[in-house]
């Protein structure tokens, strides 16, 4: 990224979000926080600063959200939205967003 870069992008907007989610208790909220992901024409890693937000490069195509989602597992889970939960047969875990909905399934967490 360039100086400025980041005035341009989406990325303040979604600084904000974060910031913002990270005040209020997402379990009284009506509107959980989106897991937000920023699509980049570059290459970059951010800081601890952006707990919750994950960043891809262009292009991402739609078979992979979801290894997208799983390789950043315990980001979601760090930052609060996501919460694991052990399969009911012992076995693995279900990943789950604020609302409750399953995300994907996981055998190593």
Do not use: W
Not at 30 to 58: C, E, M, W
Request: with cysteine; net charge neutral.
């Amino acid at each position: 990224m360039k100086e400025g870069d980041g005035e341009l992008s989406g990325l303040r907007v979604m600084q904000q979000l974060l910031e913002t989610s990270n005040k209020s208790n997402y379990t009284t909220s009506v509107y959980p926080t989106p897991i937000l992901i920023l699509l980049s024409g570059h290459k970059f890693d951010l800081s601890s600063n952006y707990r919750g937000l994950i960043v891809a490069q262009k292009p991402l195509r739609t078979s992979e959200i979801v290894p997208l989602l799983e390789a950043n597992a315990q980001q979601l889970l760090d930052s609060g939205l996501c919460v694991k939960e052990v399969n009911e047969g012992g076995k693995g875990y279900r990943i789950l967003n604020q609302r409750g909905t399953q995300m994907f399934y996981s055998y190593d967490m």
